[in-house]
């Protein structure tokens, strides 16, 4: 398979950080870098890869934390989220102090992304997918040819994202989930900002919030 990945859970909050990489080149890109950025390069290093960019699914601090200082390390761009989150980072100084995290940085992004703009990560593209609810900024990142999906805090194995957060959205994060992730196809694998892998299959299935059986 060309796109490889790895995920390196981060901060107090075992955010799933995730490593995307082009199997021909190893270029890589890192997916919600939340923090603990020694970590990353660690496992970066120890797979020979070469980071060329951030992407981010929405602007939660234990998602974006590590961002600032990551990007101006390497020299990298960041890409992501949606321009609907850009309140979430500017007020990243604040989250921080109020979940009790060190100091961090904000930051802008190189590039704000759409519903259905693309992503590269060396020879390999991704597709994005705006998913507002748990924020209105909210998108995932599809690799079609291998049915990963990287769906950050829109869907869990189990369970979905929160809605108590400002401009959350509960009845948007449904849609989003059944109208733009289901269609997509059970077969998918997905990794969660936190936990376990599903598919959406399974999900369909089991999932006590989003089961067809709920809206059948």
Known sequence: MALQFHSVPVTPFQQNCTLLWCDDSLRAAVVDPGGDIERILAAVEERGLKLEKILLTHG??????????????????????????????????????????????????????EDGDTVTVGDET??????????????????RPSNLALVGDVLFNGSIGRTDFPKSDHQALIDSITKKLWPLGDAVRFVPGHGPMSTFGQERQTNPFVADKRFG
Not at 65 to 88: H, M, S, Y
Not at 126 to 143: Q, Y
Request: charged content about 15%; proline content about 11%.
């Open 126 to 143: 991704l597709e994005v997918v705006h998913c507002p609810g748990h924020t209105p900024g909210h998108v995932i990142f599809f690799h």
């Open 60 to 113: 939660h601090l234990d998602h974006v934390g590590g961002t600032a200082p990551l990007a101006r390390q390497l020299d990298i761009p960041v890409e992501g989220p949606n321009k609907e989150d850009q309140f979430w980072i500017e007020q990243i100084t604040t989250q921080a102090q109020m979940f009790g995290f060190p100091p961090v940085e904000t930051f802008t992004p190189d590039r704000w992304l």
